[in-house]
């Protein structure tokens, strides 16, 4: 589930100011392979989907096995917090803008 810093620093604020405790899973709102993610991105972008390739995780060597899906339900941030992460597609575009800013 990618994750856009400006959507979980806002969840974090929202944690701070309204005093909350306990646990709140903030993360962006779909679940997505890293495959799959990089593709997007690449189409986003208009560069070469050619040179990105597949990989089975179990050829990285980590040292514990890692699970085929994960993601956090974030109903509790969403309604608690009013926490409204933004999906994929609105993510790149606040990427491009801030690349075009600089």
Do not use: C, W
């Not at 589930?1 to 903030?26: C, K, S």
């Not at 990285?60 to 597609?89: C, H, W």
């Amino acid at each position: 589930m990618p994750t856009l810093a400006d959507d979980l620093a806002e969840g974090i604020v929202r944690i701070i100011q309204r005093e909350r405790t306990g646990i709140y899973h903030l993360s962006g709102p779909q679940m997505i392979s890293v495959f799959d993610f990089a593709m997007q991105t690449a189409r986003f972008f208009s560069l070469n989907e050619g040179l990105i390739s597949p990989i089975s995780s179990g050829t990285l060597n980590q040292p514990g096995r890692r699970p085929v899906s994960t993601g956090f339900i974030l109903d509790k941030a969403m309604e608690e917090l009013d926490y409204a992460p933004k999906n994929i597609g609105e993510g790149l575009v606040v990427v491009r803008n801030l690349l075009d800013s600089v």
